[in-house]
């Protein structure tokens, strides 16, 4: 593995160097500018590399291979519901069918697209115990503002205008404040109690006719799920606000609870994690929504429907709906795998993910819990959060560590979030490693914590064999060179 390469495709270019052979032309021989206006073609020669196809091959291969996957190895980020994306996930997505249809094709010629994000739809629907789905959302947050917008809609339509704040639990993910905020609502944070719950007494105290609603991470990022879940969903119900269930983390509860039955009103998905797709590098991702029926008349627009004949089409009569959210129907591609993968599954299939990943999240504390700060030493679901190095004498950092598990050949775990641990570091194992892979993972965490008191400057040194060292963080990310510069312009 050529970790040392460097080079861009235009320092690899070669003069006349060909990778392609186009095949004998069989129409009519025409000039370009008969075919396109002239004040769309470009007048000036294009800079494109010239390499031959093995160049092209090598090139991206070696930088591929600077990269860490889930094909080289466990991926232990954690507040991600990060998993294995099973190969028929891409070989669905790739059908001709679905690759090469386009929105704007006739509703009859789109059938088995409408069908299936139909019953994906429906699908989703059943796994969280909601009524009506929309699949428009790009990502995650998009679809905590979507969600967010349905509550604000509703609101609206009763005159209930007075409603202007939402209520977020300090343990929520960060994009929840955000949203509140894009969405127009100001914030209310509520401190979490020693257990990692919601403060119901502070809950209560912070309700009233002014609560538009609460946003709840559950599993919340440090990885409990909230014994009070029903209690807290009457209380802001009986103020006259509506409940929303952040579902990043749902693939710890898949199969055995439903937020719907926990009285939440409406959910988001992040389909590009739970439901599978290559997760990194910004998406592209989908965060569809669900909501309970009284909301779905605000849903955006169109919504995928089916006829009494069985055929299927796009609704756009939804006259109070909050409108497009996204170009035509969402991120396609993602809803071919997240449905490939509930097919495959099926019921009992996501069941055993959510258990698998719950079981792994505490084999992973048990075998680590003497050596790192445990901040909550109880039993936890689909990820667990340390809060540095047990030995309070170490010099040594959650930094330090993630930099020197680089030298194990291991991708770094989340570090420093969620913010109410101090030195967090959060591992979220995810159903599919297995119990050699969980045992090599920890032993080289022990590994880590024994050289910190025999030998901290290695650890405050590292990583000492990747291509790159120890950057400058803020620099590194601030400062990123996103153009190519050849050196002969410099």
Not at 171 to 197: C, D, F, R, V
Not at 434 to 455: G, M, P
Request: glycine letters at 8%.
């Amino acid at each position: 593995m050529n970790t040392n390469y460097d080079k861009v495709i235009f320092e690899v270019s070669q003069p006349g160097r060909v990778g392609y052979k186009l095949p004998d032309l069989d129409v009519p021989e025409a000039e370009l500018s008969d075919l396109i206006p002239q004040d769309l073609l470009c007048d000036t020669e294009l800079d494109f590399p010239e390499v031959a196809e093995f160049e092209v091959i090598r090139h991206f291969t070696n930088l591929s291979n600077k990269n860490y996957s889930l094909d080289q190895g466990i991926y232990p980020l954690g507040s991600c519901t990060m998993k294995y994306n099973p190969k028929i996930n891409e070989d669905m997505a790739s059908l001709p069918g679905f690759q090469n249809v386009h929105p704007l094709q006739a509703e009859e010629d789109m059938q088995g697209v409408l069908r299936l994000m139909y019953e994906l739809g429906d699908a989703l629907a059943i796994i969280t115990g909601m009524d009506k789905p929309t699949l428009q959302p790009a990502a995650g947050a998009h679809g905590e503002y979507t969600g967010i917008l349905l509550i604000k809609a509703y609101h609206e339509k009763r005159g209930d205008t007075k409603r202007d704040k939402i209520i977020i639990p300090d343990a929520a993910h960060g994009t929840n404040p955000a949203t509140a905020a894009m969405a127009g609502y100001k914030t209310i944070e509520l401190k979490s109690t020693n257990q990692g719950m919601v403060d119901v007494e502070a809950l209560r105290a912070a309700v009233g006719d002014d609560t538009a609603g609460l946003m709840l991470t559950n599993p919340n990022t440090v990885g409990m799920s909230d014994e009070n879940i029903k209690l807290i969903a009457d209380i802001v119900h009986e103020a006259g606000g509506l409940v929303y269930y952040d579902g990043a983390n749902l693939n710890a509860i898949m199969g055995k609870a439903r937020p719907g039955d926990m009285g939440f009103d409406v959910v988001h998905y992040n389909l590009h994690k739970t439901m599978s797709t290559p997760h990194g590098g910004g998406g592209p991702g989908s965060g569809a929504v669900a909501c309970k029926e009284f909301l779905a008349e605000f849903l955006p627009v169109p919504v995928v429907e089916k006829k009494d004949d069985g055929t299927f089409y796009l609704n756009y009569d939804l006259p109070n709906s909050i409108g497009k959210v996204k170009d035509f129907y969402g991120h396609f591609g993602i809803l071919v795998r997240a449905y490939t993968y509930i097919l495959t599954m099926g019921a009992d299939g996501l069941k055993r993910a959510s258990e698998v990943a719950v079981l792994n999240a505490n084999y992973l504390q048990a075998l680590l819990k003497d050596y790192y700060k445990l901040p909550l030493d109880r039993i936890t679901k689909h990820e667990v959060v340390f809060g540095g190095l047990k030995d309070p004498l170490s010099e040594v950092t959650t930094l330090d560590i993630a930099k020197r598990i680089l030298d194990k050949g291991y991708h770094a775990p989340t570090v420093y979030f969620p913010l109410i641990i101090n030195e967090a570091m959060m591992v979220e194992p995810t159903e599919t490693e297995t119990k050699q892979t969980l045992d090599a993972f920890a032993n080289s965490l022990i590994e880590i914590a024994k050289e910190a008191k025999e030998n901290p400057e290695l650890l405050k040194e590292a990583p000492h064999n990747t291509p790159v060292r120890r950057p400058d963080e803020t620099k590194a990310a601030k400062d990123v060179i996103v153009v190519y510069q050849s050196t002969e312009e410099e």
